[in-house]
């Protein structure tokens, strides 16, 4: 939308203080006739040599610009050199049309017109308001009609009939810059809307003060444009290029702040992972005898069936995990214990399991996980009832120490609060 051809230079042709302030105030258009002080919100008159005051409208702090646009700012639009010479605030209390109710809803909102003339003295508005920027433009209809009292208009092109999507007044709140004609404030208009597609058309009506009596009708179609855009055409202006360049700055820091919470939940995904890494220490398994009929005294209800090597867990406060699996063909139940003995030959702790095996549910494992208090070299005692053992077949009990991590909860709690912050902040923060 934006050309890079040789320009023709917008001069302002009068050059003047303002009455009230002192402020420095420049005349572009040679059709201006009256002029508001950007610094104090005086309006005077800018063709004669005194330059009355005629107004003063509200503080200019009190209508601060929405965005980056100031009054004598240059942009290019449509290979075109422009100049900001006017803003007007307005207000509007309007019906808006809700397509899922098929009814009004009673809405208002706030906008600025800003005003653009080219090297040509011809000129356009740029809407802004809180959700982006339009260019409004004046528009010849082929099929020019007010909107019905029940909320259809004819399409200024085609005459089909269209929902009016906005139908109410505006009124100005805010002027600065130049203008044609005497800037009235509260100055109220009618106004109507209908879209096709992505563009806007617009009709306004204008009556005379105090009656019904219409004075002007006028048309608009207003084309949607991005911010950046808007920001492109803008970017010849110094402060538009300070804008930038600090704009691109924060945007890097964001998106590294973001990468980093994201890394962050990544690193804590790996750990999670790797939480569930097991460092084996022991690792033995123990047949079991079958003695029923061979002599078994049936008051020596445990038998051991295994002790150990000594193995060394020389980290106080680490996690150890003692497992006891059975494996047995045919196996119906049967019950196990291990004992937990240090050098002393003392029980430290003890696990111990009841295990069945049936057609439709099993218990062949258990398991539990103790602290180190006293490093130090330790050994298991294997325990079991044989008369239990229902099975002449081959059984074996097997037993496990293994070091494992225990802070597996913290580190996906860590990865679900990192990717919420990641992707909280990267809405938040500006990432464009």
Request: proline fraction near 4%; include cysteine; glycine fraction near 6%.
């Amino acid at each position: 939308m934006n050309a890079t051809k040789p320009q023709t230079p917008l001069i302002h042709i009068q050059q003047f203080k303002c009455s009230n302030c002192g402020g420095e105030l420049r005349v572009i258009n040679p059709r201006t006739n009256f002029i508001a002080c950007q610094y104090c919100g005086t309006v005077q008159e800018a063709r004669t040599e005194a330059h009355k005051m005629l107004l003063q409208l509200s503080r200019p702090s009190e209508f601060p610009p929405m965005g980056f646009i100031r009054l004598g700012m240059e942009a290019v639009f449509n290979g075109l050199k422009h100049r900001v010479i006017g803003r007007t605030r307005w207000h509007s209390t309007f019906q808006e049309w809700d397509g899922e109710s098929q009814q009004y809803e009673p809405s208002t909102w706030q906008f600025d017109e800003w005003l653009l003339l080219n090297e040509h003295y011809a000129y356009f508005y740029l809407v802004e308001d809180k959700e982006g920027f339009a260019l409004s433009y004046p528009h010849i209809p082929q099929h020019p009609n007010l909107p019905t009292s029940s909320g259809w208009i004819k399409d200024f092109q085609t005459g089909e009939r269209r929902r009016v999507l906005e139908l109410g007044e505006a009124q100005v709140v805010y002027f600065e810059g130049e203008s044609t004609y005497q800037i009235e404030i509260d100055k109220k208009i009618n106004f109507a809307e209908y879209k096709v597609g992505s563009t806007v058309f617009v009709v306004e009506s204008h009556f005379y003060k105090g009656t019904q009596e219409l004075q002007e009708i006028e048309f608009w179609r207003e084309v949607p444009i991005t911010y950046q855009q808007v920001l492109q055409a803008f970017a010849q202006n110094p402060a538009i290029q300070a804008m930038v360049k600090a704009h691109l700055a924060r945007r890097n820091i964001n998106r590294t702040i973001v990468r980093g919470f994201r890394w962050l939940a990544i690193a804590c995904l790996l750990a999670f992972i790797a939480s569930f890494s097991y460092t084996s220490v022991l690792d033995v398994t123990y047949a079991v005898p079958f003695v029923i009929g061979k002599g078994y005294d049936a008051q020596d209800s445990v038998q051991l069936i295994g002790q150990s090597e000594r193995f060394v867990l020389d980290k106080p406060g680490e996690m150890i995990e003692f497992t006891i699996s059975v494996v047995a063909n045919g196996f119906r139940d049967g019950w196990v214990g291990l004992e937990i003995c240090n050098a002393n030959d003392e029980v430290v702790n003890t696990l111990e399991g009841n295990f069945y095996q049936e057609s439709e549910e099993s218990s062949t494992a258990a398991y539990d996980i103790y602290k180190v208090d006293k490093p130090g070299e330790y050994y298991v005692k294997i325990y079991v009832e044989p008369q239990s053992w229902l099975s002449e077949n081959e059984s074996s009990v097997r037993v496990e120490v293994s070091r494992v991590w225990m802070l597996g909860r913290y580190y996906i709690i860590g990865f679900f609060l990192f990717i919420m912050m990641a992707t909280i902040l990267s809405v938040i923060l500006p990432q464009k």
